[in-house]
């Protein structure tokens, strides 16, 4: 159970203490799921368990109902929606977020919030009044030297985003893979033969499967082949052995809110790792460029 003082100052939330009777209204509220549904326009990647584990976490605390069921304001829906986006956008920690939205809890003006900010009219998650107005926000400018397309999506031929987040599907055929990376069937197994790609169950492929296979598909409109790849496999391996050990010590835990941690960190390195890969990648091609 998250403690008081992993909080927010001035987030709303039940006491714990209070009888069903005390509950707070549920009026206007809406439930996890209608919450998820609204997300999942932006961020088809978010799901109730990482709701759950923010919550824990203290970034967001909706009200309950005598029975225990979540219920959340629009002030909570865009409190969700700032913590996923600084996730995503600008790669940053949870506890970096927290500060950000306790500051904003305790009316600072100064707060730099990146790129999505609440909407003008919207309560602050630190003022119950409706009518209350969102305090200034100074925004950060742009990342600089960081394109979208480093660590976000690309848009190869077709204008179809392939790199990011997994498909939402768990499952592709081989043939489906084929048509959507437009690799050829010689070009899939030379991936599957060089260690960049794989099934975990014969004849179908996962999410992550897919994206490794358009990103294949695109880099062959430019006249790599999968063996020139190779070097890919190579470094993500390294990676994975470094970032394992900074996970061993969350993974000794079966807990619910470990495993949910443990998550949360795979996601953060992930996306740090892209964003570190693509500035060396930049500074390295700065003389070829003649930048």
């Known amino acids: 159970m998250t403690s008081a003082a992993e909080v927010p100052p001035a987030v709303p939330g039940p006491d714990p203490s209070s009888t069903p009777a005390a509950a707070a209204p549920t009026s206007g509220l809406i439930s996890i799921g209608e919450v998820l549904a609204q997300l999942r326009e932006d961020f088809p990647d978010v799901t109730i368990s990482k709701l759950r584990f923010l919550e824990a976490e203290g970034l967001v605390e909706p009200q309950r109902t005598p029975a225990g069921y979540r219920k959340y304001s629009d002030a909570d829906v865009q409190r969700l929606r700032y913590v996923l986006a600084a996730q995503r956008d600008r790669f940053l920690p949870l506890r970096v977020i927290r500060d950000q939205l306790a500051a904003i809890d305790r009316g600072e003006t100064d707060v730099s919030l990146g790129d999505r900010a609440w909407p003008a009219g919207s309560p602050s998650a630190g003022d119950q009044s409706p009518a209350a107005p969102t305090p200034p926000l100074t925004r950060m400018p742009p990342t600089t030297g960081v394109p979208t397309?480093?660590?976000?999506?690309?848009?190869?031929?077709?204008?179809?985003?392939?790199?990011?987040?997994?498909?939402?599907?768990?499952?592709?055929?081989?043939?489906?893979?084929?048509?959507?990376?437009?690799?050829?069937?010689?070009?899939?197994?030379?991936?599957?033969?060089?260690?960049?790609?794989?099934?975990?169950?014969?004849?179908?492929?996962?999410?992550?499967?897919?994206?490794?296979?358009?990103?294949?598909?695109?880099?062959?409109?430019?006249?790599?082949?999968?063996?020139?790849?190779?070097?890919?496999?190579?470094?993500?391996?390294?990676?994975?052995?470094m970032f394992a050990q900074l996970l061993a010590p969350l993974l000794r835990s079966s807990t619910p809110a470990a495993r949910a941690r443990a998550a949360e960190v795979v996601q953060e390195l992930t996306m740090l790792s892209q964003q570190l890969h693509a500035a060396l990648v930049r500074i390295g091609l700065r003389d070829t460029l003649g930048a």
């Open 149 to 241: 397309s480093a660590v976000g999506s690309v848009e190869p031929v077709g204008g179809r985003p392939i790199v990011g987040a997994p498909a939402t599907r768990t499952r592709f055929s081989r043939v489906e893979v084929l048509q959507r990376s437009g690799l050829t069937d010689d070009m899939l197994s030379e991936l599957e033969a060089t260690g960049l790609l794989g099934t975990r169950t014969p004849g179908w492929y996962d999410g992550d499967a897919l994206v490794v296979a358009e990103v294949a598909g695109a880099l062959a409109t430019y006249g790599l082949a999968p063996r020139h790849l190779r070097a890919y496999r190579a470094g993500a391996d390294r990676e994975v052995g």
